[in-house]
Structures are given as C-alpha cells and as structure tokens.
Nanobody, 119 residues
Framework: QVQLVESGGGSVQAGGSLRLVCKASGLTFANYRMGWLRQAPGKERESVATIDDLSRQIDYADSVKGRFTVSRDNARKILYLQMDNLKSEDTAVYYC????????????WGQGTQVTVSS
C-alpha cells in the first residue's frame, strides 16, 4: 500500500521559513516524479513545485520562484520543500503527490499539512 505522509507545516510570520517533509512508503520512490501542490480556502489546487525521478528537471510556480526549493532523497524515500520568505498568500494546505515516470496524472497523494502565514 502506497503512503505519502507530510509533516513540517505550522504557523509562521511573514518572512519566516518552514521545511515540509514527505515520507513515502510502499513504492519504488526513485521511479516516481514528485510534486508539491497546495490549496487555499476557496481556491483551486495549484502546483507549487515538481521534481523528476533523478532531480534533473525541477519546476516551480512563478509565485514561489526564488523562495521555495524542492529536493528529494531517493535512498530515504523523502521529498522536501524548503519555503523561505513566506508570504500571507502562501497560506494553504500543502500536499505531496507522486506519479510514475511515464504517467501524466498524480496517482498517489498525502493527507496534507497546513501552512499558515500571518502578516
């Protein structure tokens, strides 16, 4: 059974930092492209960052470029999202998601972790 478990969310003031962690189990992690997505109240879910299986291709939403950094540790089956210079508009539930390298849609999702940024 595939499980993705996020942690590291919390409340922080604007300008602060958080690091989200997603621990994967039940899958060959190195074969999956991973992503961080978020959903704010009343808004659609949006992609924040994506990283391919070997960390060769990394993409960010324009709104987080220069502030967020995604990385992965395939040996430990962990996905990270370092978030710096947080803004109030970053407040959302953050999800990690996985898709097999040749699949277009995310197949597996974590339960989400809340990030709240106060101004």
């Amino acid at each position: 059974q595939v499980q993705l478990v996020e942690s590291g969310g919390g409340s922080v003031q604007a300008g602060g930092s958080l690091r989200l962690v997603c621990k994967a189990s039940g899958l060959t992690f190195a074969n999956y492209r991973m992503g961080w997505l978020r959903q704010a109240p009343g808004k659609e879910r949006e992609s924040v960052a994506t990283i391919d299986d070997l960390s060769r291709q990394i993409d960010y939403a324009d709104s987080v470029k220069g502030r967020f950094t995604v990385s992965r540790d395939n040996a430990r089956k962990i996905l990270y999202l370092q978030m710096d210079n947080l803004k109030s508009e970053d407040t959302a539930v953050y999800y990690c998601a996985a898709r097999y390298r040749y699949v277009d849609r995310y197949e597996h999702w974590g339960q989400g972790t809340q990030v709240t940024v106060s101004s």
